[in-house]
């Protein structure tokens, strides 16, 4: 799984903070000159991995508009100039307003359709490489005339107004009806479950950016962790990244106030994280059967693998107890932890399953999108996947 960082500071700022912490997966919007510049730049170094996104999304919260030709024009200086791999997410067109409150109105859903293909048609027909989008509550008929088009589709999950549940529950929908012949990138989401439980072929997100306010973000051989500025500077729980060093003192040291220069340090380290993150996730994902081809086993850190292996032997020890609390009781671990690790394991054991034949995908995707943990079901009811359905 390809983990980018979206956004960008100026030209020689971003390019440093991406070699120093090894971060080459880097999406940049056409909706902002700063970051036209950082494509400009970053897509003539063969060593980099790119998306161009229009900025529709941006653009749409501002209640501002863009340019479909001028769109077309900078995708085409990007494709002239280029010498690394980069990738076009098409002119979109996004759902509801400030006016109704951001939710969609069911009769303007297809007008925004029908325009949303009318602009990756006409990028498409200028020799521009895009990536359509489709968008929670749109028909997924839509979906389908994508994935006959193409074989990279971009898949927007309502940002407002709709809860976690029915998001997760929309991407299992949307993974039942393409498979895994589609290559699906995920707009902006870093949820851990969700990165967890869909195999995305890449996923971008902008939560770097919140260094520069004094967010701490790091990862601790599992997960990305974002700690506040209140969060680091009081509390008393130990915060580790994956090679041990100590994240919550590291970033008593090397807080920079703003105004006094910016979090150079915090948005480097937080590019750190995605680029640890993306080795995890791709550990995890060739575990199951999923090849994604973007990490050899070396780059992996002991504590991330050390985290997949204690998961496996978590979720044994709980089918021959039939119960978590057991085994929580008997490691002296967190429940919160025991949690994660049978989540983890029990998704695992259903996609090897799915990849050896022996479950059908409505079956899988529906389990990845109800089956989050609930404390008040048994483990055997809830967790052993029946293999037979």
């Known amino acids: 799984m390809f983990v980018y960082s979206a956004g960008s500071q100026s030209v020689k700022r971003t390019v440093q903070m991406a070699d120093e912490s090894g971060q080459n997966n880097l999406l940049f919007t056409f909706a902002d000159k700063q970051a036209q510049q950082c494509a400009r730049h970053f897509c003539a170094q063969p060593q980099r991995n790119l998306i161009i996104d229009s900025g529709a999304y941006s653009t749409w919260s501002r209640e501002e508009e863009i340019d479909l030709d001028e769109y077309i024009r900078f995708c085409g200086e990007i494709l002239a100039i280029k010498k690394c791999n980069v990738e076009f997410i098409s002119l979109d067109v996004s759902l509801g307003s400030k006016e109704d409150g951001f939710v969609p109105d069911e009769y303007k859903v297809e007008e925004a359709c029908e325009k949303g293909w009318s602009n990756y048609t006409k990028l498409r027909a200028a020799g521009i490489p895009v990536i359509p989008v489709f968008h929670q509550f749109e028909d997924f008929d839509w979906l389908h005339r994508m994935a006959k088009d193409t074989k990279y589709i971009s898949v927007s999950p309502r940002k407002r107004v709709v809860s976690q549940d029915l998001k997760i529950e929309w991407l299992g929908k949307v993974f039942s009806e393409v498979g895994l012949d589609v290559k699906i990138h995920g707009l902006g989401i870093s949820s851990s479950e969700t990165l967890e439980s869909f195999p995305f072929y890449s996923v971008d997100s902008s939560t770097w950016l919140e260094s520069s306010k004094g967010t701490f973000r790091y990862f601790d051989g599992r997960q990305a962790v974002c700690l506040s500025s209140d969060e680091w500077r009081t509390t008393s729980e130990e915060h580790r990244w994956d090679d041990g060093t100590d994240a919550v003192a590291e970033a008593r ?122 404390g008040q079901k048994s483990f055997r009811e809830y967790y052993t996947p029946n293999l037979a359905r």
Do not use: C
């Open 253 to 374: 040291e090397t807080y920079v106030p703003q105004g006094q220069g910016g979090n150079y340090h915090f948005m480097k380290r937080a590019l750190e994280a995605d680029v640890r993150l993306q080795r995890f996730l791709s550990a995890l994902w060739d575990e199951r059967g999923i090849r994604s081809g973007t990490t050899s086993p070396d780059e992996i850190s002991d504590e991330a693998n050390y985290h997949l292996s204690l998961s496996a032997d978590i979720y044994k020890e709980a089918k021959a107890a039939g119960g978590w609390r057991a085994v929580a009781a008997r490691r002296g671990l967190d429940p919160s932890y025991v949690q994660w690790a049978i989540n983890l394991a029990t998704q695992t054991a259903q996609w090897r399953a799915y990849r050896g034949g022996e479950t059908q995908p409505e079956w899988l995707f529906d389990q990845l999108g109800w089956g989050r943990w609930n």
